[in-house]
């Protein structure tokens, strides 16, 4: 299954299990935070400043 920026972090993160290390050392240090598990991957990475095109392309290889 391809990672879509419109996923929820927690779907990403039952898909990939490398998911955690890479949004992690991306500058997503709070993926065990509860609202952290109900945005979409492009919103955290917006919050983060985080470019949301390379994050997936990261997460998809």
Same mark, same amino acid.
């Given at each position: 299954?391809?990672?879509?920026?419109?996923?929820?972090?927690?779907?990403? +993160? @039952?898909?990939?299990?490398?998911?955690? @290390?890479?949004?992690?050392?991306?500058?997503?240090?709070?993926?065990?935070?509860?609202?952290?598990?109900?945005?979409? +991957?492009?919103?955290?990475?917006a919050?983060?400043?985080?470019?949301?095109?390379?994050?997936?392309?990261? +997460?998809?290889?």
């Amino acid at each position: 299954m391809k990672i879509t920026k419109d996923m929820l972090i927690a779907e990403v +993160l @039952r898909i990939n299990p490398h998911a955690a @290390r890479i949004l992690m050392s991306s500058g997503m240090g709070c993926l065990g935070c509860p609202s952290s598990q109900a945005e979409s +991957l492009e919103q955290a990475a917006a919050v983060h400043g985080i470019d949301v095109d390379e994050l997936i392309e990261k +997460l998809n290889q």
